[in-house]
């Protein structure tokens, strides 16, 4: 009798067990990943991360990626092979692309859907800066046809339309919205070696007299958190380029107004990204070289307050620079548009700051350019040989002649006036009274 007991006991530890375990099941959510931008290391291990980490059930991999710039995008395919829960890929909506390492992401999942309009391809690299080239076999029927598929698609694109949906190991199936592809997928099964799932999105409910399809399980929308987000501004070319030129030109203002401030702190969250973009992104290196020359000879110019041939050669270089800045055609070159919106604004305010603004600071009220020649002020900071002096309490920047060294606390006298750079000489026997 006390065997039967235990028996019956443990069976029903079994069912409340299997019951809680489809209760759980049940109340799973649809996981919606975000795949978009080029992708890097940091943003390969968000994904791999949610995967590993956010129960579900099912994935959803929304792409619309121009590529893979660097990391180890094989830790990701994996991941997705591995995963406790069906993964279903989704380039869309319209216009997406699925290029290089990011369409092979798409080959991993265990149901691939696009929607119309969608472009696929430039397979070849799949990671920018990396060794992964076009021998990736997914999880496909028949690898020799895919290998053919991956070399067609090697240097050119394909769009996925409705009247051909199929793009062998890249797409299976049309879906024009995320909406209707959840709903579709309600009641497919979907094996995995010895594993088995049934998805099940949705039901029907009457409404009004009228059954309509509705979703069973909450929707959930992944992103990345406020730090990946700042930083990955820099993940494409363009934005790269565009913050480099903000914290150059931020930078540039700070040295000729000889202060610290917010600009200071925009043109360093600037550079912050930049750099980013730098270190993730094939760049190529000519073009950084190209654009300090460039911005040295806008800035030699406009600090002289003149708009000459070095305005037009340093417009010139930049934009060169921001056409030609990574290595990335044609997966994703940077955007025209914005490398001339982001030349154009440098320019200007670089212009505007240093013949307007700058001087409006550093102007006084009791003299014009001609009546300092011949004053005498104080330096703020040891000319060698340049530094900041005051002059009737403004803050110019000044040089003295090579090979003299002139101590903060020091008398100068004002020689000349390049622009709005000061030359002094110093003075032997002024002392600070004197000057004060």
Same mark, same amino acid.
């Given at each position: 009798?006390?065997?039967?007991?235990?028996?019956?006991?443990?069976?029903?530890?079994?069912?409340?067990?299997?019951?809680?375990?489809?209760?759980?099941?049940?109340?799973?959510?649809?996981?919606? #990943?975000?795949?978009?931008?080029? $992708?890097?290391?940091?943003? #390969?291990?968000?994904?791999?991360?949610?995967?590993?980490? &956010?129960?579900?059930?099912?994935?959803?991999?929304?792409?619309?990626?121009?590529?893979?710039?660097?990391?180890?995008?094989?830790?990701?395919?994996?991941?997705? @092979? +591995?995963?406790?829960?069906?993964?279903?890929?989704?380039?869309?909506?319209?216009?997406?692309?699925?290029?290089?390492?990011?369409?092979?992401?798409?080959?991993?999942?265990?149901?691939?859907?696009?929607?119309?309009?969608?472009?696929?391809?430039?397979?070849?690299?799949?990671?920018?800066?990396?060794?992964? =080239?076009?021998? #990736?076999?997914?999880?496909?029927?028949?690898?020799?046809?895919?290998?053919? &598929? =991956?070399?067609?698609?090697?240097?050119?694109?394909?769009?996925?339309?409705?009247?051909?949906?199929?793009?062998?190991?890249?797409?299976?199936?049309?879906?024009?919205?995320?909406? =209707?592809?959840?709903?579709?997928?309600?009641?497919?099964?979907?094996?995995?070696?010895? +594993?088995?799932? &049934?998805?099940?999105?949705?039901?029907?409910?009457?409404?009004?007299?009228?059954?309509?399809?509705?979703?069973?399980?909450?929707?959930?929308?992944?992103?990345?958190?406020?730090?990946?987000?700042?930083?990955?501004?820099?993940?494409?070319?363009?934005?790269?380029?565009? *913050?480099?030129?903000?914290?150059?030109?931020? %930078?540039?203002? +700070? *040295?000729?107004?000889?202060?610290?401030?917010? $600009?200071?702190?925009?043109?360093?969250?600037?550079?912050?990204? %930049?750099?980013?973009?730098?270190?993730?992104?094939?760049?190529?290196?000519?073009?950084?070289?190209?654009?300090? @020359?460039?911005?040295?000879?806008? @800035?030699?110019?406009?600090? =002289?307050?003149?708009?000459?041939?070095?305005?037009?050669?340093?417009?010139?270089?930049?934009?060169?620079?921001?056409?030609?800045?990574?290595?990335?055609?044609?997966?994703?070159?940077?955007?025209?548009?914005?490398?001339?919106?982001?030349?154009?604004?440098?320019?200007?305010?670089?212009?505007?700051?240093?013949?307007?603004?700058?001087?409006?600071?550093?102007?006084?009220?009791?003299?014009?350019? +001609?009546? $300092?020649?011949?004053?005498?002020?104080?330096?703020?900071?040891?000319?060698?040989?340049?530094?900041?002096?005051?002059?009737?309490?403004?803050?110019?920047?000044?040089?003295?002649?090579?090979?003299?060294?002139?101590?903060?606390?020091?008398?100068?006298? #004002?020689?000349?006036?390049?622009?709005?750079?000061?030359?002094?000489?110093?003075?032997?026997?002024?002392?600070?009274? &004197?000057?004060?």
């Amino acid at each position: 009798m006390r065997i039967v007991r235990l028996i019956l006991l443990g069976s029903l530890a079994v069912g409340l067990v299997a019951g809680a375990a489809l209760a759980g099941s049940h109340d799973d959510p649809i996981v919606v #990943i975000d795949v978009g931008d080029p $992708m890097d290391q940091r943003s #390969i291990d968000y994904v791999v991360d949610v995967v590993q980490s &956010e129960r579900a059930h099912l994935y959803i991999l929304k792409i619309d990626s121009p590529g893979v710039s660097s990391g180890d995008i094989s830790a990701l395919y994996e991941a997705i @092979v +591995e995963s406790p829960a069906p993964v279903i890929s989704w380039i869309g909506p319209y216009p997406a692309v699925a290029y290089g390492g990011a369409a092979f992401l798409a080959s991993y999942a265990d149901i691939r859907a696009a929607a119309p309009g969608s472009m696929i391809g430039y397979l070849d690299p799949a990671v920018q800066r990396g060794n992964l =080239q076009h021998s #990736i076999v997914g999880p496909v029927n028949d690898p020799d046809l895919f290998r053919a &598929e =991956q070399v067609t698609l090697a240097d050119s694109a394909v769009a996925v339309t409705v009247e051909d949906p199929v793009v062998l190991g890249f797409v299976d199936r049309v879906d024009p919205a995320l909406g =209707q592809l959840i709903a579709s997928l309600d009641g497919t099964t979907v094996s995995r070696g010895s +594993e088995v799932w &049934e998805i099940s999105t949705a039901g029907s409910e009457v409404v009004d007299g009228q059954s309509v399809i509705v979703s069973t399980r909450t929707v959930k929308f992944m992103k990345p958190g406020l730090v990946d987000r700042f930083l990955r501004l820099g993940a494409r070319p363009e934005t790269a380029f565009l *913050f480099l030129l903000i914290g150059a030109a931020f %930078a540039v203002f +700070e *040295f000729y107004a000889a202060g610290r401030g917010l $600009m200071a702190a925009v043109a360093s969250m600037s550079l912050l990204v %930049a750099g980013y973009g730098l270190a993730t992104l094939p760049i190529w290196w000519p073009a950084l070289i190209m654009i300090l @020359v460039g911005l040295g000879i806008v @800035v030699w110019g406009f600090a =002289q307050n003149r708009v000459d041939w070095r305005a037009v050669v340093g417009v010139a270089l930049l934009l060169a620079a921001g056409l030609m800045f990574t290595t990335t055609r044609p997966a994703y070159p940077p955007a025209a548009w914005m490398v001339m919106l982001a030349v154009a604004a440098s320019v200007v305010f670089i212009w505007y700051s240093l013949t307007t603004v700058v001087r409006g600071r550093f102007a006084t009220p009791t003299f014009g350019r +001609e009546g $300092m020649l011949g004053k005498r002020c104080l330096a703020v900071s040891d000319l060698d040989p340049e530094g900041v002096v005051m002059v009737d309490g403004a803050r110019w920047r000044a040089t003295v002649n090579r090979g003299i060294v002139v101590g903060a606390g020091g008398g100068v006298d #004002i020689v000349g006036i390049t622009g709005l750079v000061l030359e002094v000489d110093p003075v032997a026997t002024a002392g600070r009274e &004197e000057i004060l």
